[in-house]
């Protein structure tokens, strides 16, 4: 193998990686923002608290 067939896999994996990346950002459901924050104690109930939070 030369070393042009090697940078061009080389390349083409570091590509595919980011591709790969960005299709799955664009793709996943936007349920991020929600998992991270915990619920206002002030306006959620001690029952409903469990259901804000999932």
Do not use: W
């Not at 990686?17 to 001690?46: E, G």
């Amino acid at each position: 193998m030369t070393s042009r067939m090697v940078m061009m896999g080389v390349y083409g994996l570091v590509v595919g990686a980011i591709l790969s990346i960005l299709v799955v950002q664009y793709f996943a459901p936007d349920d991020s923002n929600k998992s991270t924050t915990p619920p206002n104690p002030l306006v959620v109930t001690p029952e409903n608290a469990a259901q804000e939070t999932e």
